[in-house]
């Protein structure tokens, strides 16, 4: 029984241990990507995406542009809430704020699908938008699961 119990406990510091590399790998990730400067982050986007799309010439530059734009934006926004969070620490946004936020989040989504789509031929643009779809629903696999099971049934009972 104490052998058990001893197991138990190494079992769980183990875990425990593991836990906090995880997360401390996954600070300093983040920590990296914030060490780039606006320019630097548009300039790898927009080498990615002319790997993934071919781009031509015009379009990379174009696309750099659009990206440098968006990164000087998220740039202030991060600055303006690391700001107001310095002055009140235990801040939550109130239903409104966090409305306002996704709201203009939610346009800035369509005015970037507006110019990528000027900027890119169509079979471009059309690979491009699934691509971001797969980005935006990468971390939602749990929803996906569900579908796929509901899906799995329907095939058997259609079977049966």
Do not use: C
Request: aromatic fraction near 4%; charged fraction near 40%.
């Amino acid at each position: 029984m104490k052998k058990l119990i001893m197991i138990l406990i190494a079992v769980a510091t183990l875990q425990v241990s593991a836990q906090d590399q995880k997360r401390e790998m996954k600070k300093q990730r983040m920590t990296s990507r914030m060490d780039y400067s606006p320019e630097e982050t548009a300039q790898l986007q927009s080498k990615k995406l002319t790997l993934k799309l071919d781009l031509n010439s015009k379009q990379q530059k174009e696309v750099s542009d659009l990206f440098l734009e968006q990164a000087k934006l998220r740039q202030s926004q991060k600055e303006t809430y690391l700001e107001s969070k310095a002055k009140e620490e235990n801040k939550t946004f109130s239903k409104e704020d966090r409305f306002k936020m996704a709201n203009a989040r939610l346009d800035q989504q369509i005015e970037m699908k507006k110019k990528m789509k000027d900027i890119l031929s169509a079979e471009q643009y059309e690979k491009w938008d699934k691509m971001s779809e797969r980005r935006q629903h990468k971390g939602k696999r749990h929803g996906m699961r569900s579908k796929n099971k509901k899906e799995g049934m329907h095939q058997q009972k259609a079977k049966q």
